[in-house]
């Protein structure tokens, strides 16, 4: 039985068409800057959102990780929503190794409100906690794959030029945002003072992200990727997925989209209140097991070959990606569906 895996667009394997591109990489030493596939990822991403420079990480963490070295110092804050990744998922990792707190503001499906921002802002004299940047996280995982969208961001920018602060960005799938809401990428890029892309989450390469910015901040970004531990020999069969995946995998991403809503239609059919149709934007969608535990829909689900993931004692999140069609998400819906019937 083929299992239809929807715990997250993590789990995609690479492609035939990928395998062949990784097999084939023209590789260097990237610590001494010398892969040139690794080169020229980073360069293409760099100029996709119409920025300086790029630096190539193993994960979507470090790529966090070494910019908020890069954007803050030591014992400053950072302001962010409070379900945001960097909070809940990365193990406490900027206070250890950027050695910063975080002041959390409660934002609707993870996004974040410019003036509920503004307000959160410590005054910028003594004794306040300094305020080094503000996080803003695109798409919102706890929230849903909600989208900020290039006005939103703006208007946050704003705020941040107000206080002289940075403006990071989380954009593990800023990719799924662009193509539900078609803004132009230089556009969102040029929004952030430094921001993060994943190619491993939705666009199926095995690995890999990018710290992306003005070449100054990069460079400090790139040391603190060696002193993190990230730095990489012959990185060349990793950036050439990436590079494969920019090519043929961004643009598909809005068959992920239509397969999450077709997923969300069926289960909201079938399920009044099982879940939100409004708040299906990009290719998660939450689903709500009203008085049955979600770990006991996991463990049923997945004796039938679907599984799927909890963010919650009775929320289930789909993410649909590339390694799954139309035919699974049917599948899927079907299990669900049976499942959520029994009370």
């Not at 030493?29 to 360069?43: F, H, K």
Request: aromatic share 4%.
């Amino acid at each position: 039985m083929k299992v239809v895996d929807l715990r997250s667009d993590t789990v995609t394997r690479p492609t035939a068409a990928m395998r062949r591109a990784i097999a084939a990489a023209d590789v260097g030493d990237d610590v001494y800057g010398e892969d040139p596939t690794v080169r020229a990822l980073e360069e293409r991403v760099a100029g996709w959102f119409g920025r300086e420079a790029a630096v190539f990480t193993p994960s979507g963490t470090m790529a966090t990780q070494v910019l908020m070295r890069a954007l803050t110092t030591p014992g400053s804050e950072v302001v962010c929503e409070s379900d945001a990744h960097v909070v809940a998922y990365e193990a406490g990792a900027s206070a250890i190794n950027a050695q910063v707190q975080f002041r959390t503001v409660d934002g609707v499906r993870g996004r974040l409100d410019p003036d509920v921002v503004r307000a959160a802002l410590r005054p910028a004299a003594f004794p306040y906690t300094e305020v080094a940047a503000i996080s803003v996280e695109e798409t919102t995982n706890r929230g849903g794959g909600a989208v900020h969208g290039l006005d939103r961001l703006r208007a946050l920018r704003a705020v941040a030029d107000e206080r002289g602060l940075a403006l990071h960005g989380d954009g593990a799938r800023i990719w799924h945002a662009l193509v539900a809401t078609g803004d132009d990428p230089v556009a969102v890029g040029r929004t952030f003072t430094a921001f993060s892309v994943c190619l491993s989450k939705g666009l199926g390469a095995p690995v890999g992200s990018l710290a992306i910015g003005d070449a100054a901040v990069i460079e400090v970004a790139r040391r603190w990727r060696w002193r993190f531990g990230g730095g990489m020999r012959q990185a060349g069969i990793l950036a050439a997925a990436g590079l494969h995946a920019l090519d043929h995998h961004v643009d598909r991403l809005a068959e992920d989209h239509d397969n999450a809503r077709h997923l969300a239609t069926r289960i909201a059919d079938a399920m009044p209140g099982a879940v939100d149709l409004d708040e299906v934007e990009t290719n998660l969608v939450y689903i709500r097991t009203g008085d049955r535990p979600a770990a006991e829909v996991i463990d049923a689900l997945g004796a039938s070959g679907v599984r799927i993931g909890a963010m919650g004692p009775h929320l289930l999140r789909a993410a649909t990606h590339l390694d799954v069609d139309r035919a699974g998400v049917d599948r899927a819906a079907d299990a669900l569906i049976a499942e959520l019937s029994i009370r």
